[in-house]
Structures are given as structure tokens and as C-alpha cells.
């Protein structure tokens, strides 16, 4: 299986600064149709997970522009522009290219 | 509107079962395949079980193999996770996603395994 590796797995932040999580497979993602499956996952306190981000940077409906996500091959990252206090929670990469679908550990953020 | 609709679950004895169910609606079902994820009070996301759009392929967390069935009705655009030998730490809210394709993910539904 294909594993996924977060960093960092704690992340406090500033109101207002930006943050960054790292993500790191064991292996590739790009599929042989050409498309890589990496998704980004938010689960806030409470709430049902939901997805920011898939194929690496294309941003779900509803997704504030500040998240962005970038990387190729086997490192990518999630970003946030300006954190607001709405962003805390709990943020997984997810990989899809090969079964099974395998997660990250999680990356907790809260803020300072 | 894209949706997954969980029901089932509730509070079983050890070496008990459940089955759980996922109604989707709002895209075309049979074109992609779902996961089940848990996640145990206090714990991150576990991975459980893949299913594929025609349901003929699946894969199981080695925690659950051989106790956990996942299956899908293509008619009734459903998902289902027959979960026998129940053991305490089964105990979690359960959802079910479309996490490669729609990113929809079900509203969760909660397991407890205890006597």
C-alpha cells in the first residue's frame, strides 16, 4: 500500500498568517491516465470531513480562495493564505491513484 | 444536490453485527467507487473498506477483514457495510465518501460495540 506521510502532524498559527502542510508518498501518484489523485480533507470539530482540494490544486465548490494546493510526483502541499478561525481543525491528504486509498495521518491546526 | 445519506448503527453487544447503509443521490452512482472511514472517539480517520463502481471488487483494513462485508445495490444507488464479530474497539462514527470522485462524503453514523 502507498503511504502517506504528514508534516507537520501539529500546526499552531496566527490569526491572519499563513500556514502550510506537507505531504509525501511512498511512491508516485501519477496514474496512467495521466492524472495524479491527491486530495486534501478538512474535518473541523465536530463536523462530517470534507474535501478542499483534488487532483493536487483544483479547489471543491464552496472552497474559500485562500486554500490552494500545489506538487507533483510524490510531494505536495496544502496552503493557506490567511488563517481565519474557521480553518481549525483536523487536515488529511488522501491518494487515490492506487487501491487502496490510503490517508495521511492527519495534521492538526489551531490557532495560537 | 450531491448527497450521501447514512442510517444504521447504533449500540451492539461484542460479537455482535450491524449493518450499516449509505443512499446516494444527486450524480451517477455506478460510475465511481466509495470507501468506508472511521473514526474512533479521541482518533484520527481510519480507512475501512473500497468498493468499486460495479461492486465485484473490494479491500478491507486488516483490522476488519474477514468480519466486514462492503456492497452496493446499483439499482437502489446504495452502499451497505455488513459488520459481524463486533469487538469494543470497533467502537466509532463510521462514514462513507466518494472521496476521488464527487468529494461528497456521508454525514457519519455512529457504532458502539459494548455489554
Known amino acids: 500500500d502507498v503511504v502517506m506521510t504528514q508534516s507537520p502532524l501539529s500546526l499552531p498559527v496566527t490569526l491572519g498568517q499563513p500556514a502550510s502542510i506537507s505531504c509525501r508518498s511512498s511512491?508516485?501518484?501519477?496514474?496512467?491516465?495521466?492524472?495524479?489523485?491527491l486530495a486534501w480533507v478538512q474535518q473541523r470539530p465536530g463536523l462530517s470531513p470534507r474535501r478542499l482540494i483534488y487532483?493536487?490544486?483544483n479547489r471543491d465548490s464552496g472552497v474559500p480562495d485562500r486554500f490552494s494546493g500545489s506538487g507533483s510526483g510524490a510531494d505536495f502541499t496544502l496552503k493557506i493564505s490567511r488563517v481565519e478561525a474557521e480553518d481549525v481543525g483536523v487536515y488529511y491528504c488522501?491518494?487515490?491513484?492506487?487501491?487502496?486509498?490510503?490517508f495521511g495521518q492527519g495534521t492538526r491546526l489551531e490557532i495560537k | 444536490e450531491v448527497k450521501l445519506l447514512q442510517s444504521g448503527g447504533g449500540l451492539v453487544q461484542p460479537g455482535g453485527s450491524l449493518r450499516l447503509s449509505c443512499a446516494a443521490s444527486g450524480f451517477a452512482f455506478t460510475s465511481h467507487a466509495f470507501i468506508w472511514v472511521r473514526q474512533p472517539p479521541g482518533e484520527g480517520l481510519q480507512w475501512v473498506s473500497l468498493?468499486?463502481?460495479?461492486?465485484?471488487?473490494?479491500y478491507y483494513a486488516d483490522s476488519v477483514k474477514g468480519r466486514f462485508t462492503a456492497s452496493r445495490d446499483n439499482f437502489r444507488n446504495t452502499l451497505y457495510l455488513q459488520m459481524n464479530s463486533l469487538r469494543v474497539d470497533d467502537t466509532a462514527i463510521y462514514y462513507c465518501a466518494n472521496v476521488v470522485g464527487t468529494g461528497v462524503w456521508g454525514q457519519g453514523t455512529t457504532v458502539t460495540v459494548s455489554s
Open positions: 488522501i491518494q487515490g491513484s492506487y487501491w487502496p486509498i490510503t
Open positions: 468498493i468499486n463502481g460495479d461492486g465485484d471488487g473490494t
Open positions: 487532483r493536487v490544486s
Open positions: 511512491q508516485g501518484l501519477e496514474h496512467s491516465d495521466g492524472n495524479t489523485y
